[in-house]
């Protein structure tokens, strides 16, 4: 079975920052792109941030996302992470990893109906 789990999510001050953790299992972290997606209040859409290729871990950004944003993984724990820092109000969301198999998608395109599978989320607040 195919899982994956957030944590480290909160609530942090702006300027602050969180790093959230994806936790994977039930498949080889080899053949598949990880990525983070977050949903803002009120918004229907989860948008995507950052992927990375599990097979060579190549990163992607989402436009404006590098820099403030930096996904990286451990193979050997099957964890993804993304590190957030300088956070701002607008960052504010529910942040989500999913995973696809790399083979045949473009995952690097890091659009949500591209992933088939997903974790429950983890709350990130900034706020003073």
């Known amino acids: 079975e195919v899982r994956l789990v957030e944590s480290g999510g909160g609530v942090v001050q702006p300027g602050g920052s969180l790093r959230l953790s994806c936790t994977t299992s039930g498949f080889g972290l080899d053949d598949y792109a990880i990525a983070w997606f977050r949903q803002a209040p009120g918004k229907e859409e989860r948008k995507g941030v950052a992927c990375i290729s599990g097979s060579e871990g190549t990163t992607f950004y989402a436009d404006g996302k590098k820099g403030r944003f930096t996904i990286s993984s451990d193979p050997a724990k099957d964890t993804v992470y993304l590190q957030m820092d300088d956070l701002k109000p607008e960052d504010t969301a529910v942040y989500y990893c999913?995973?696809?198999?790399?083979?045949?998608?473009?995952?690097?395109?890091?659009?949500?109906?591209?992933?088939?599978?997903w974790g429950q989320g983890t709350r990130v607040t900034v706020s003073s």
């Open positions: 999913a995973a696809v198999r790399q083979s045949g998608n473009y995952y690097w395109l890091l659009i949500e109906y591209g992933y088939e599978y």
